[in-house]
C-alpha cells in the first residue's frame, strides 16, 4: 500500500518561509513523477510545482523565485521550500506522485500565511 506523508505545514507570517516535506513508503517501483498542489478554500486545485525523475521542473508562475522543490530518491522523499510567503499563498499543500501508472495523493498540510 502506497502513502504520502506530508509535514511542515504552520502558520507563518508575510514574508516568512517554510519547507515542506512528503515521505513516499509502500512502492517498490521507482517515483516516476512527484509534485506538490495546493487548495485555498473556495478554490479548485492547483498545480504549485512538479519534478519529474530526469530531473525537469516546472513551476506554477505564482511561485516561480520563491519556491523550490526538490527530491532525494535514495530516501523516497520530495521537498518544497517556500520563501517570501505571500497571504495568498494559504492552502492546504498535497503531495502527489506517480508510481506504476497509478495516482497517488497525501492528506495534506496546512500552510496559513497570515500577520
Known amino acids: 500500500q502506497v502513502q504520502l506523508v506530508e509535514s511542515g505545514g504552520d502558520l507563518v507570517q508575510p514574508g516568512g518561509s517554510l519547507r515542506l516535506s512528503c515521505a513516499v513508503s509502500?512502492?517498490?517501483?521507482?517515483?516516476?513523477?512527484m509534485g506538490w498542489y495546493r487548495q485555498a478554500p473556495g478554490k479548485q486545485r492547483e498545480l504549485v510545482a512538479t519534478?519529474?525523475?530526469?530531473?525537469?521542473?516546472n513551476y506554477a508562475d505564482s511561485v516561480k523565485g520563491r519556491f523550490t522543490i526538490s527530491r532525494d530518491d535514495t530516501k523516497n522523499t520530495l521537498h518544497l521550500q517556500m520563501n517570501s510567503l505571500k497571504l495568498e499563498d494559504t492552502a492546504v499543500y498535497y503531495c502527489?506522485?506517480?508510481?506504476?501508472?497509478?495516482?497517488?495523493w497525501g492528506q495534506g498540510t496546512q500552510v496559513t500565511v497570515s500577520s
Open positions: 502527489y506522485a506517480y508510481i506504476a501508472r497509478s495516482n497517488y
Open positions: 519534478v519529474a525523475a530526469n530531473g525537469l521542473i
Open positions: 509502500g512502492s517498490d517501483y521507482r517515483t516516476y513523477y
